[in-house]
């Protein structure tokens, strides 16, 4: 999986509203599992990671360890996201909140 790829097919769903659990969370292990081989959220570029944290949020992903990842990616790319990925960032946070999803990661 590449992770443009992974990201770019999870925000696609999200848009669509294919809700769609077992594919979700099949894409998201393949998320960690890249992140336990070579690839890390520094090979997720800004907006990826933040498709990524609006995706999660839209499709009330409930996968603990996503969420911390996806936290430590956004906290690592903060920096050089746009106004837009701010947004979907702010959304997930948002969600986060009212869904009680707390973390123990960087933007908690």
Excluded: K
Aim: charged fraction near 20%.
């Amino acid at each position: 999986f590449d992770p443009q790829h992974v990201a770019n097919i999870v925000h696609s769903l999200a848009v669509l509203g294919i809700d769609d659990p077992e594919l979700v969370s099949h894409l998201y292990d393949n998320v960690l599992r890249m992140r336990q081989t070579s690839l890390l959220q520094r090979d997720f570029n800004a907006q990826a990671i933040a498709n990524l944290a609006w995706s999660t949020a839209v499709l009330n992903v409930r996968h603990e360890p996503i969420h911390r990842w996806i936290a430590a990616g956004c906290a690592n790319r903060i920096s050089e996201m746009d106004r837009n990925c701010l947004s979907q960032v702010h959304q997930y946070l948002l969600s986060c909140e009212l869904e009680g999803i707390h973390g123990d990661g960087p933007l908690s």
